[in-house]
């Protein structure tokens, strides 16, 4: 049950939004992350978006990860 | 984004991850712990226990939220099915964990027992059933805490409440290091708890323990980081300026989602839980506070715990599995008596219980059926 998933939201109304994955499209509510916006990738869980996902901490983790010489070449 | 999760994804990066990790030799075993039922499937999915040396052992410990959930509390939600004549509406897995009987065997003796996906399916119920009492048997750790305290929060019909089983993750941690012979060189954050409360719930932990800690997403990359950082750890016993290693920054802040942590503070306040298996565990519940005693279900309808009733089944020892302390295939009845189809003990019911996972993604020991 416990299974977060990371969603594109595509729609939102207010404290409701849309958000979509692999084709899939579902209600999404964001009572706990008001600041999303159409566009944001968000982690559901429960029906609701409880987390945004950041690309440039992603990109950042990637090259620790580089810098920390595990991936010669880096992403 | 997408094309961020692909690296998270990329096989080359995990074959360096895990030349990394081969490479370092600590001279002596680690032992690390994930307390994250996610991460267990991810583990077993992506076969990392294979791939790993000799000196490296990630185990399982309390990451399941439904397994952990005391028998008590399912007998309660039981009788309210059964005797009080409520609808009770709850998740999959939590209507197939044993108690005295199950939520879904007491729903073929006729108790009406609803599988939602969260807590505004079970709302809705209530609305469109306004002469039924709908109770929603609301299980899981902190991301799910937090969408029960937000559908309280918004307003709920009157025929609706709470059957409160939710369980915070940091005090487990805190009992876990407590207990004596545990022996973990590491632990691995639960991903999904942790971009709710953020790292700091784990501060003090970290800094008294002096164990090393790293918050894991779930893609292979993000696991064998954590993995990676955690050995290095362990094996130089070097002391890093932050004994915290985020793997996981996309998702996990310092201070996590405030917006959902204020709206958790307004609606529970927190109290001694009992871990099926495990025990009581101080400040490791959530209750309701008082404002919204119309909407907790035990004091609606008067429901008193029967302590009579057993944990686990006689021989099961997912006690000692949710602590790490033996590894599923130790138990006398996994596989042959206990199984998915046929769960005896709450760790083989739930997708997130290490019993399950293993059985799922496992091979057959050698000489067991």
């Known amino acids: ?75 | 984004m997408k094309a961020s999760v692909e690296s998270f994804r990329d096989a080359r990066t995990v074959e360096q991850l895990l030349t990394e990790i081969r490479h370092l030799s600590p001279g002596r075993q680690i032992r690390i712990m994930h307390v994250c039922g996610t991460h267990e499937n991810a583990i077993c999915q992506f076969g990392f226990r294979d791939l790993f040396p000799d000196w490296l052992t990630i185990v399982a410990g309390p990451g399941c939220p439904v397994c952990v959930c005391p028998a008590t509390d399912i007998d309660m939600a039981v009788r309210l099915a059964t005797d009080r004549g409520a609808i009770v509406a709850t998740f999959g897995d939590v209507v197939r964990v044993p108690a005295r009987t199950t939520l879904l065997e007491a729903k073929a003796t006729g108790g009406d027992c609803r599988v939602v996906y969260g807590i505004d399916d079970a709302v809705e119920i209530a609305r469109r059933e306004p002469g039924r009492e709908v109770v929603f048997f609301a299980v899981g750790f902190e991301t799910t805490s937090c969408t029960t305290a937000a559908a309280l929060r918004r307003g709920v019909p009157d025929n609706f409440s709470v059957l409160c089983s939710h369980r915070l993750v940091p005090p487990a941690l805190e009992a876990l290091v407590a207990m004596p012979g545990q022996g973990v060189d590491g632990f691995i954050l639960p991903g999904h708890v942790t971009t709710v409360m953020g790292i700091r719930d784990y501060r003090p932990l970290a800094s008294r323990c002096q164990i090393p800690m790293a918050v894991a997403g779930f893609e292979p990359v993000d696991m064998l980081a954590a993995i990676l950082a955690l050995s290095r750890r362990a094996a130089s016993r070097e002391r890093p300026s932050d004994p915290i290693f985020n793997a996981y920054g996309r998702a996990v802040r310092e201070d996590g989602n405030p917006v959902a942590r204020r709206i958790m503070d307004e609606t529970f306040e927190r109290c001694d839980a009992a871990w099926r298996g495990i025990g009581t565990i101080p400040g490791s519940g959530h209750r309701l506070r008082g404002a919204y005693a119309r909407q907790d279900a035990q004091r609606r309808f008067d429901m008193t715990p029967d302590e009579s009733i057993r944990d686990t089944h006689p021989g099961c020892l997912c006690g000692e599995v949710l602590l790490g302390r033996v590894e599923p295939e130790d138990c006398p009845l996994f596989r042959s008596h206990c199984n998915p189809d046929m769960p005896l003990g709450p760790c083989m019911v739930a997708l997130e219980g290490t019993c399950h996972a293993r059985y799922r993604h496992g091979r057959p020991a050698r000489g067991r059926s």
């Open chain 1, 1 to 75: 049950m416990c299974l977060g998933i990371p969603m594109k939201l595509v729609r939102v109304d207010g404290t409701v939004g849309t958000a979509e994955v692999d084709g899939v499209s579902r209600k999404v509510m964001l009572d706990l992350l008001p600041e999303a916006a159409v566009g944001d990738y968000v982690i559901v869980h429960a029906g609701y978006a409880i987390q945004s996902l950041d690309e440039k901490e992603a990109k950042e983790t990637l090259a620790l990860l580089a810098g920390a010489g595990l991936l010669e070449g880096g992403p």
